[in-house]
């Protein structure tokens, strides 16, 4: 069994006068990190092989745009998909953020809105945007999962190998770090293989192959993962033996198979 690091959630506590405690979070520094290093690597890779219609305007403003799709989408999926009854019943605790409550599919659904908006906007080739962007996309959820480990929260199931952790919120039986494994497949090796087609390969050739490379590689490393991870305590398994993580993580997968395997022509060189 391994020790859990108890790592105080909260980097900084401030008490400001006449206004309150300012709290800056492990989990909120991930977004950030996430989102910037991410811009960070697609800026590089437009300026090596640009994108139609992505002026240095555009690309200033997508920081803007990803936060407001992951937050908003990532919110109102978790309301929608894991809480409907509750917050039906008290609508005023959707707004409040602070206290948890995030979906990753939601965030993805809100993700691809807000660049399909943000395309027709500025008049960018929304395919070539969307694959990059795929590329990039498993370096939030690296950040993600490690702000998870840190919060001590999504651990995984009771376990009887060596490497298992005894969560402070978890009980006093060791579990399987599903946030570590997590990390590394959605996070670690999902980069590097969209890195090694991105710059490796004609993938962006066929558009939105990326993208469906994407959506299939992270819809299966999710549904494994899912099998190591405690199922949400409000919700268990649905129909007896499928996490909701697992259910919504099924279209993904058909998403992606679709847009790997359908026929369509190739941009040029």
């Known amino acids: 069994m391994l020790p859990y690091p108890n790592i105080d959630p909260v980097i900084i506590r401030k008490t400001i006068p006449y206004v309150g405690t300012l709290s800056i979070r492990w989990y909120s520094l ?34 803007m745009w990803a936060v407001g799709g992951i937050v908003l989408g990532g919110r109102l999926g978790y309301v929608l998909f894991y809480k409907p009854d509750y917050y039906l019943a008290n609508p005023g605790q959707v707004l409040r953020l602070w ?28 395919a070539g945007v969307i694959d990059v962007l795929a590329c990039v996309a498993p370096i939030g959820l690296f950040f993600g999962r490690i702000a998870n480990f840190i919060n001590g929260e999504l651990y995984g199931r009771v376990t009887a190998m060596p490497w298992g952790i005894v969560f402070p919120r978890g009980g006093d039986l ?3 770090p599903s ?5 590394g497949m ?3 090796a999902l980069f590097i293989l969209m890195m090694f087609l991105l710059k490796c390969t004609q993938a962006r050739r066929k558009p939105l192959l990326l993208g469906g490379m994407f959506l299939t590689f992270y819809a299966c490393s999710r549904i494994a993962a899912e099998c190591f991870r ?20 099924l279209p993904m997968l058909a998403l992606g198979l679709y847009l790997i395997f359908r026929k369509c022509p190739s941009k040029p060189s």
């Open 99 to 126: 206290e948890g409550g995030m979906s990753f599919h939601g965030g993805m659904i809100g993700f691809i809105l807000a660049f399909y908006l943000f395309c027709r906007k500025y008049r960018v080739d929304f």
């Open 186 to 188: 959605e996070g670690v």
């Open 179 to 183: 946030q570590l494994y997590e990390a």
């Open 30 to 63: 991930a977004y950030i990190a996430g989102i910037l290093l991410g811009w960070w690597i697609f800026a590089g890779e437009h300026k090596k092989r640009p994108i139609a219609g992505l002026t240095k305007k555009a690309l200033d403003d997508m920081v």
């Open 230 to 249: 405690e199922p949400d305590e409000f919700l268990g398994t649905l129909f007896g033996f499928i996490t909701m993580g697992q259910l919504l993580s």
């Open 174 to 176: 060791p579990r399987h």
